[in-house]
Nanobody
Framework: QVQLVESGGGLVQPGGSLRLSCAASGSISSIYHMGWYRQAPGKQRELVAVTTSGRNTNYVDSVKGRFTISRDNAKNTVYLQMASLKPEDTAVYYC???????????????WGQGTQVTVSS
């Protein structure tokens, strides 16, 4: 019904930048919030950034001032611009969205497949 497809991960040196994208497709009626989580080896998955309509945003303290979340509602796409990357940002990044579909108006959470971000020299 609904798919979230991520792109943009990779290997980057400390201090570098990356931009992640996540496009939602399928029988979408409404998209509520969209956001990014990450999970590093041996650690729990944590919320990195979330946006509702694209105006209201929240970030985990460790990325404030370095990461920017944005959303293109016409394309059902959310982006995560990451700058000044640090080795501790290394993780698998997952896109998340709360979506109501044409067949089920009760919204539920959907997840992308994850994209690896590695920050290393």
């Amino acid at each position: 019904q609904v798919q979230l497809v991520e792109s943009g991960g990779g290997l980057v040196q400390p201090g570098g930048s990356l931009r992640l994208s996540c496009a939602a497709s399928g029988s979408i009626s409404s998209i509520y919030h969209m956001g990014w989580y990450r999970q590093a080896p041996g650690k729990q998955r944590e919320l990195v950034a979330v946006t509702t309509s694209g105006r209201n945003t929240n970030y985990v303290d460790s990325v404030k001032g370095r990461f920017t979340i944005s959303r293109d509602n016409a394309k059902n796409t959310v982006y995560l611009q990451m700058a000044s990357l640090k080795p501790e940002d290394t993780a698998v990044y997952y896109c998340n969205a709360r979506i109501a579909t044409m067949t089920s108006l009760a919204p539920r959470d959907y997840w992308g497949q994850g994209t690896q971000v590695t920050v290393s020299s």
